[in-house]
């Protein structure tokens, strides 16, 4: 799915919101839903917290939620890196202050 120039793909994660600077909710996108003109993905979700090393590993929370495009923390897709029900992954780029709470 080619959304406003973001190619999202089954199995990338998407940041659907910003406890605080070093933990963030994910979801593993397992659908891309499309009805009148709104995407939504369908996703498996998990808590991330930031080591120090500056890498995020993911804890499953065994729920899946419908989150739609709009309501993203972030609309930068990130790329799962490995096979298991819990995974790493590093930060690529900046998630803008506004979404962190004080």
């Known amino acids: 799915m080619n959304i406003w120039g973001t190619i ?3 199995g ?9 600077r070093d933990i963030l909710e994910v979801g593993v996108m397992e659908k891309v ?3 009148a003109d709104k995407v939504k993905f369908l996703v498996t979700m998990h808590d991330c917290a930031r080591d120090p090393f500056n890498i ?11 989150v739609s ?9 990130l790329v799962k890196r490995g096979q298991g ?3 790493s992954f590093v930060l690529h780029h900046y998630i803008p202050l506004a979404t962190i709470p004080d």
Do not use: G, I
């Open 33 to 35: 839903v499309v009805r």
């Open 85 to 87: 029900v819990s995974f």
């Open 69 to 77: 495009y709009s309501s993203l923390a972030d609309f930068k897709p």
């Open 8 to 10: 999202y793909k089954v």
């Open 56 to 66: 995020f590993q993911s804890c499953p929370k065994n729920k899946v939620k419908l």
């Open 12 to 20: 990338h994660l998407v940041v659907t919101s910003v406890v605080t």
